[in-house]
């Protein structure tokens, strides 16, 4: 008879211990960030519309 209700308490504590586990599982996780926007184009002088590059100070 004894046994019996030992069982039953390992049992019981067994599923309590997973149960906060998985509690705790889940109010630990945190949403991930947004991936990062794409970079806005450069303003600037451009001759052909792509960014203006080191060399164009050097033309003139």
Do not use: C, K, T
């Amino acid at each position: 008879m004894e046994l019996g209700r030992f069982r039953g308490r390992i049992i019981l504590a067994a599923l309590l211990a997973v149960a906060g586990g998985a509690v705790a599982f889940f109010v630990s996780r945190r949403p991930q960030p947004p991936a990062p926007a794409a970079e806005p184009p450069r303003l600037g002088y451009s001759r052909n519309g792509s960014a203006p590059s080191a060399d164009l100070s050097a033309a003139h």
